[in-house]
């Protein structure tokens, strides 16, 4: 969800923030005003093409920020964690910034690491979903009308035994044109041989590693290890300036004397007679440890030539030293597939029609499902469409199979949305025939009704465009209704629709020292009534007109 928004210096937006939160949020205004060029901001920070034409005259660069809450946006948590742009503090939060120089220099940021354009619409696919007249309209998009079709009416139960299926497939497929590799086989086959003995003849034993790094320091650290420990036992029991095991004595006996007199100190008495034990325990430990001691310079020599013979072995074959033991194990594996590559071919065909066959049978029904997913949502489409003032529109999904059965994680369907806008005229793919507007109303239809595996924030510019009355009112319930289960952010001109937003922003132009700039305002109650009564009335607002505003205001909730 976008929390907040900065812009500096594009277009004719001096500076300005706002924050945003969840539900349905309105922009209104005259216009030419300037609420267009908010949605074009947000779409230069999201990856769209960095022009040094917006930046506002007189400045030297455009700057944009913006922050978004990825809580319920674990796609755009998933690729910032895999890109390595996460927050580790702040795992829940993407931070994002662009700046744009007037030499046509773009320089883009993401949780304070520098991004790519790519990487910002990498990330804004994942975030953001601009409806409108945009050029990065995902619905438009084939994989993503096939994922509204499957979201609407197919079970991911069904979808996953579908990938799982083509996934099985694909891995016995590869690993018979691995072992059908003919002349590379055997070559490989000779490589792997050669590897196998050199990590047969290192003969690495499995706790071996471990226990060579341990013996070597000790063995590199034996002379110090014999002197501090002798030291160590002087200055418990031997010490000439008092060791500890006789100062302790001496106090014990000291305190059994007081004792005898004063019955406090038997306590104290009791507790340094038990030291004095304990130090002479240690003592004893230490002794012992001393006396199997010895400097072995010729062992030392042998673990060092030891363990370097194990770290070349390993950075040889690009493996951790404790890794070998599972790197031969794999080799192995792969030789024994090589040099058994005729039965285990033979083999595998068999798993292949087996795995085709089952494939096919998921695949067959997932396609039925769609089917009929399609008409169902089709129809609702429809009925929404002519709701939204397309009074003769007619939606429909094409589910087709693919020129090629080859196994695919989605099934072999691809599914085509196609639109009829006029009687007489035979539907057609929606990129063709779907003005601005009906493209906006269109993709609000199948938004609320598909509800699907949404992006966290839908922004619908000039929704509204060529419709008015019951047909606003319309349009304004879904956009509230859209806006229950997220962010939805709609530029509008018409009073029904802004009526239902959760939050009103008020935009307007202003000349200040011969420079025009825009402003945006977070209406309040009493603002929201009077901007919707302009809506409704134009420049002469009466008593009456506000009455009506305040109704609809009412009336919306």
Known sequence: MLKYLQVRDFAIIDHLELDFGPGLTVLSGETGAGKSILIDALGMLLGDRADSDAIRDGAERAEIGAEFDLTDAEPASLWLRNQDFADPDEPDVALVRRLLSREGRARAYINGRPATARDLKALGERLVDIHGQHAHQSLLRAPVQLNLLDAYGVSSEVREAVAGAAGEHRGIRERIERLRGGEEAEQRADYLRYQVHELEALNLGADELSSLEA????????????????????????????????????????????????????????????????????????????????????????????????????????????????????????????????????????????????????AKRLSQLRQ?????????????????????????????????????????????????????????????????????????????????????????????????????????????????????????????????????????????????????????????????????????ITAQTRAHAREMVDNAR
């Open 215 to 362: 013996e070597q320091r000790r063995l590199a650290n034996a002379e110090r290890l014999m002197q501090d420990s002798q030291q160590a036992y002087a200055l418990l029991y031997e010490s000439e300036d008092g060791a500890a095991a006789d100062l302790l004595g001496r106090a014990h006996g000291l305190l059994e004397g007081l004792a005898a007199l004063e019955p406090t100190f038997r306590e104290a008495g009791e507790m340094v007679g038990g030291a004095a034990i304990q130090v002479r325990e240690a003592a004893d430990a230490v002794r012992r440890a001393v006396d199997s001691m010895e400097l072995d310079p010729q062992r030392l020599e042998w673990v060092d030539n030891r363990l370097g013979e194990i770290f070349d072995v390993a950075r040889k074959h690009r493996v951790s030293p404790a890794e070998l033991p599972q790197h031969l194990d794999r080799l192995r594996a792969e030789l024994e597939d090589l040099e058994g590559a005729a039965d285990e071919v033979a083999r595998l065909q068999e798993q292949l029609a087996q795995a085709e066959a089952r494939y096919t049978e998921q």
């Open 372 to 540: 009929g997913a399609a008409d169902r949502l089709a129809g609702e489409v429809t009925q929404a469409i002519r709701d939204l003032g397309m009074p003769q529109g007619v939606f429909q999904i094409a589910v087709r199979e693919r020129p090629d059965k080859q196994p695919r994680a989605r099934g072999h369907d691809e599914a085509e949305f196609l639109v009829s806008a006029n009687p007489g005229q035979p539907p057609q793919p929606l990129s063709r025939v779907a003005s601005g507007g009906e493209l906006s109303r269109i993709s609000l239809a199948v938004e609320v009704i598909a509800a699907g595996e949404r992006v966290p924030t839908l922004i619908f510019d000039e929704v509204d465009a060529g419709i008015g009355g019951g047909v606003a009112e319309m349009v304004g319930l879904r956009l509230k209704a859209l806006g229950n289960g997220g962010q939805v952010m709609c530029v509008t001109h018409l009073p029904q629709v802004a009526a239902h937003g959760r939050q009103h922003f008020q935009v307007r132009k202003q000349v200040f020292d011969g420079h025009t700039t825009t402003r945006i305002e977070r209406l309040d109650e009493e603002a929201r009534v009077e901007e919707l009564a302009r809506m409704l009335g134009g420049l002469k």
